[in-house]
């Protein structure tokens, strides 16, 4: 089981940009999928969650209406499309492979209930 995700890059404010997370060794579409991200200095924190079967999404509060997470089983992939981008989005972004498939953000919104884990991209939001 492995996990890809690339797409990560420099963008200035207000950009958008659209991180891929690549699943292997495994049917995406049969599991949960999050995304983290962790700033230089601080704790890993979720972004956004996709449950396995009906797509069911979530997206953190402060982050509705620009971060949008989706799937495309064809290519067992999840996608993160932000926009609006603001320089505090600077990070290194994580998906993961959640352990089941939750419904309370009490579960998929904590790192301990992944259990594979891809690379991480880096997006830095920058003038």
């Known amino acids: 089981v492995q996990l890809q995700a690339s797409g990560g890059g420099l963008v200035q404010p207000g950009g958008s940009l659209r991180l891929s997370c690549v699943g292997s060794?495994?049917?995406?579409?049969?599991?949960?999928v999050g995304w983290f991200r962790q700033a230089p200095g601080k704790e890993r924190e979720w972004v956004s969650y996709?449950?396995?079967?009906?797509?069911?999404?979530y997206v953190e509060d402060s982050l509705k209406g620009r971060f949008t997470i989706s799937r495309d089983n064809d290519k067992n992939t999840v996608y993160l499309q932000m926009n609006s981008l603001k320089p505090e989005d600077t990070a290194v972004y994580f998906c993961?492979?959640?352990?089941?498939?939750?419904?309370?953000?009490?579960?998929?919104?904590?790192?301990?209930?992944?259990?594979?884990w891809g690379q991480g991209t880096l997006v830095t939001v920058s003038s």
């Open positions: 993961a492979r959640s352990i089941s498939s939750y419904s309370s953000p009490y579960y998929f919104s904590l790192p301990a209930y992944y259990n594979y």
């Open positions: 060794g495994f049917v995406l579409a049969y599991s949960a």
């Open positions: 996709i449950s396995s079967g009906d797509g069911l999404t």
